[in-house]
């Protein structure tokens, strides 16, 4: 009877502390993110103990949560189940602490990609958002040979010329790690054979000033489009993006930070179900990436809420991403993100502000290192192709939202 006397207790004032809460007007503290429940259905095998704390601990953590913390801890203290409490303690004490940046570094800066070398796009394009975006994502030719990845001489003036001229710009460099003349040769690369234009090409950047830059090296390898697909040969995949890294970073002055990126969701049928499957290494990875578009294979009939859910808990989607990112000790980045047209194989989503407002909430939950959205019509649309998800990404990202 103690028991019960105690726990209606401690109920009747968390229902009363919700209500004060409620009725102040601070909605938005109480709301419980869609990352409870992905972790809650992502149990990782562990002990219940430690899937209990992951879930607990989730980004997005709120008032709520704190204050239903403590009652569970009161709970399992009069049980006597000592070592429970001291867990739920412990999460609720991380909740009290105020988010860092687990990289030690800038996070969540802005980004775009609006076409090869498209400076003046870029700048347009900020000043249109009324925001800075000091993160230019471009790509290195994949379909002119070895020579177009050793020497992309134009891309690279243009984008120092750029950097040179604000504080904090950085490029975000995408290098591709086969062209496509030698589609399928990563054994070859990773024997050595394809060192010399990865070389050239950084001895290229670091010579323009651009020996910072983020590269995105071999993006997207779980993918089967590009020259460099993993799915034949991961482990060929692995150790030729090794190789690359140490090659670019034995330059003098080189700084660069190797960005690792997949794209998310597993294709019909692929053997790389898990990141682990074609992960390099972490002595080579310094950001771990994830390429994100608002689509559901051949179906453009979902609500925006069910691909939301889709996106977010799908394998090697978004939820996996933050788990495989933060175990590994390593701060994330989204190269690419965007909503595409209805109505194509890619199931896109169309005009979805919805989308864009939960894409931007992530951000302020998993503080990336960078953000930048896709903003070249590659059969999927621009931004401008829909005008209430635009309306919405200025309101997110530009001066009212940041």
């Keep these: ?36 429940g992905a972790a809650l259905l992502h149990r990782g ?3 219940f103990e430690v899937d209990l704390l992951q879930v607990l601990t989730a980004p997005g953590l709120s008032v709520f949560r704190f204050v239903v913390l403590l009652p569970i801890a009161v709970l399992f203290a009069v049980r006597g189940q000592l070592r429970m409490t001291g867990f739920v303690l412990v999460a609720a004490l991380t909740v009290c602490l105020p988010p860092v940046d687990r990289a030690g570094a800038a996070t969540d800066t802005l980004g775009v990609y609006i076409g090869g070398g498209a400076v003046s796009a870029h700048t347009s394009f900020a000043a249109w958002l009324g925001s800075p975006v000091d993160r230019a994502v471009d790509f290195v030719d994949q379909g002119n040979g070895w020579e177009a990845i050793a020497q992309p001489s134009w891309l690279l003036d243009t984008w120092a010329t750029w950097v040179r001229a604000g504080a904090g710009r950085q490029l975000v460099l995408s290098v591709p790690l086969l062209p496509e003349s030698a589609r399928g040769q990563l054994w070859v690369g990773a024997a050595g054979f394809f060192d010399e234009p990865f070389l050239w090409l950084a001895r290229g950047m670091v010579a323009r000033g651009l020996g910072g830059s983020i590269i995105r090296l071999g993006w997207e390898a779980n993918t089967g489009s590009h020259p460099w697909a993993a799915e034949g040969d991961p482990g060929s995949y692995k150790q030729f993006f090794r190789r690359v890294v140490a090659v ?7 700084a660069f930070s190797f960005d690792w990126t997949a794209n998310s969701g597993v294709g019909g049928g692929s053997a790389l179900t898990t990141f682990d499957s074609f992960y390099p290494g972490d002595d080579v990875v310094d950001l771990i990436g994830l390429d994100v578009y ?20 799908q394998r090697l989607g978004l939820v996996d991403h933050r788990a495989f990112a933060w175990a590994h000790g390593k701060p994330m980045s989204f190269g690419e993100w965007g909503m595409l047209a209805r109505g194509d194989q890619f ?19 998993t503080t990336p290192r960078y953000q930048s959205y896709f903003n070249v019509d590659w059969g999927g649309g621009v931004l401008s192709s829909f005008p209430n998800g635009q309306a919405r990404y200025r309101a997110r990202f530009g001066v009212a939202g940041r």
Excluded: E, H
């Design 1 to 36: 009877m103690r028991r019960l006397l105690i726990g209606a207790a401690v109920l009747a004032a968390v229902v009363a502390l919700l209500g004060v809460l409620v009725g102040r007007g601070v909605r938005a503290l109480l709301d419980l993110d869609f990352s409870v």
């Design 294 to 313: 608002d689509m559901v294979w051949k179906d453009s009939t979902s609500t925006p809420a069910q691909r939301w859910n889709f996106t977010l808990n």
């Design 248 to 254: 670019m970073r034995s330059v003098p002055g080189a």
């Design 347 to 365: 199931g896109g989503g169309g005009d979805n502000p919805y989308y864009v407002d939960r894409m931007a909430d992530w951000f302020g939950q």
């Design 45 to 47: 095998g562990g002990s």
